[in-house]
C-alpha cells in the first residue's frame, strides 16, 4: 500500500500540535535515517554526509520542523552559548574585541551574547550570573576589577573565563592584553627623552578601573625616575569624552608660559583629541606650546592635524586570541585558558617634539 502524502493543512496542524520529539521522529522516518541523524545534522554537519544531510534538511523544511534549542542544549549537555561583558559601547576599540570574537565563535557554532557594564562591578557581576543562569560554555570580562565571588562561581562550575585588555605577569587568571603600567611608562620616557620637565595628565576616571590605576602607575614611576612629580593642579579627571578634554585643554592654556606644562598625557585617544582642539580653539601651538599624546590608536587619531602620536594596540587581535582560548577548553576537562601578553606599540606622530 503507497503511503499517501500529507495534505498540507494536516503538516501545520502537526507541527502545531505535535510535541518537539514526534516532530524530530517524523522528520527522521521521512528522510529514511535515525532520530540521532537528523540531530547530528543540525548539531554536527560534517559528521554526516552532504547526501544524507541535503536529504534531512529538505524535509524538516517540508515539514516545517525547526530543531529547538533547549532540546538540543538538553541532549547534547551544550548550550553553544558563549558571553562577553565590556565596559562601555562607546569605545572602538571594544567593539574591535567583540568584533573579532563573534568571528571565532561564529566558526565553531557558538553564539555570542553582549552585555556592557558602564564600569560598574556590581552591574558586571548581575548581568555575569545572569549570563551563567542562561548557561554560557565560556566567559570574557574586561580587565581584573570584578568580585572575587565571581571568579569562585566560574571555578567552581568550570566555566573557562578570560580577562582582556590588560596583561599583568603573576596573575591568577588568565589575560588576553598588554601590560598598561608599562605602556605608559614608556609614553613618559619618549616625552622625557624629548627634553620635556612639565607634564600634565588627563585621564578618565580610575574608580573601579584597573587599567587606569595601573597607567597612572607608569607615569608616576617614569617621572620619579626622572626625580620629577606631577601636580597636583595639572592633573585632570573626569568622563573619558572630547568635551572633558577640550575644558582641561583650555584650562592649561591660559596657565603662564614659563609655569604650564609642556607635555600632556591623556588616558585615551577620545580624551587626547579633545585637548587637541581645546589647543586649537585657544590659539595654542601643537606642538611648538604643548605636545599630545593619546592612547589606542583609533582610526581619527592619524587623521587629524597634527596627526595624534599614541599607542598602538592590535584590540581585534586580543578579541581573537582570548575567543580562541576559551574555545580550546570547551569540552575538555580541567583545562584553562592561558594568558597572552600584546606589545603595545608607540606611535610617533606630528603632535609631539621638544620643547620650544
Known amino acids: ?32 535515517v535515525s532520530t540521532a541523524t537528523v540531530s547530528r545534522a543540525f548539531n554536527m554537519p560534517e559528521r554526516v554526509s552532504p547526501e544524507t544531510r541535503d536529504r534531512i534538511f529538505s524535509t524538516a523544511k517540508a515539514l516545517g520542523w525547526v530543531p529547538n534549542a533547549a532540546g538540543r542544549a538538553l541532549a547534547s549537555n551544550r548550550t553553544h552559548i558563549a558571553g562577553v561583558i565590556i565596559p562601555t559601547l562607546d569605545n572602538e576599540i571594544f567593539s574591535h574585541q567583540v568584533g573579532a570574537m563573534q568571528r571565532v565563535f561564529a566558526e565553531h557554532g557558538l553564539n555570542l551574547l553582549i552585555a556592557c557594564s558602564n564600569y560598574d562591578p556590581d552591574l558586571s557581576f548581575r548581568q555575569a ?6 548557561g554560557v560554555e565560556a566567559l570574557a570580562l574586561a580587565g581584573e576589577t570584578h568580585p572575587q565571588a565571581l571568579y569562585d562561581k566560574l571555578d567552581a562550575l568550570r566555566i573557562p573565563y578570560v580577562l582582556t585588555y590588560a596583561y599583568r605577569k603573576d596573575a591568577p587568571h588568565a589575560m588576553i592584553g598588554f601590560d598598561n ?78 609655569t604650564r606644562p609642556t607635555a600632556i598625557v591623556c588616558g585615551n585617544d ?71 601578553q600584546i606589545v603595545a606599540a608607540l606611535r610617533a606622530r606630528q603632535t609631539t617634539a621638544g620643547p620650544a
Open 181 to 258: 603600567e608599562a605602556a605608559f611608562i614608556q609614553i613618559t620616557d619618549y616625552l622625557l627623552n624629548l627634553g620635556h620637565r612639565r607634564f600634565a595628565v588627563v585621564m578618565q576616571p580610575s574608580d573601579n578601573n584597573d587599567r587606569v590605576l595601573a597607567r597612572l602607575r607608569g607615569i608616576d614611576s617614569a617621572l620619579s625616575r626622572a626625580g620629577l612629580k606631577l601636580a597636583q593642579h595639572h592633573f585632570f579627571t573626569g568622563k573619558a569624552s572630547l568635551d572633558f578634554g577640550i575644558r582641561a585643554a583650555r584650562q592649561l592654556a591660559a596657565e603662564a608660559p614659563e
Open 1 to 32: 500500500m503507497t503511503e499517501k502524502p500529507d495534505e498540507p493543512a494536516t503538516q501545520a496542524r502537526r507541527v502545531r500540535e505535535g510535541s518537539g520529539r514526534a516532530r524530530l521522529e517524523e522528520v527522521a522516518r521521512r528522510a529514511g
Open 129 to 134: 550570573k545572569a549570563m551563567i543562569e542562561s
Open 270 to 340: 577620545t580624551l587626547a583629541l579633545g585637548v587637541h582642539i581645546g589647543l586649537t580653539q585657544a590659539g595654542a601651538r601643537i606642538p611648538g606650546d604643548f605636545s599630545i599624546t593619546g592612547f589606542d590608536d583609533i582610526e581619527l587619531a592619524s587623521k587629524i592635524f597634527p596627526a595624534l602620536t599614541t599607542m598602538f594596540v592590535d584590540n581585534k587581535e586580543i578579541g581573537t586570541i582570548a575567543a580562541r582560548q576559551l574555545v580550546l577548553c570547551l569540552g575538555k576537562e580541567n583545562t584553562r585558558p592561558e594568558s597572552h
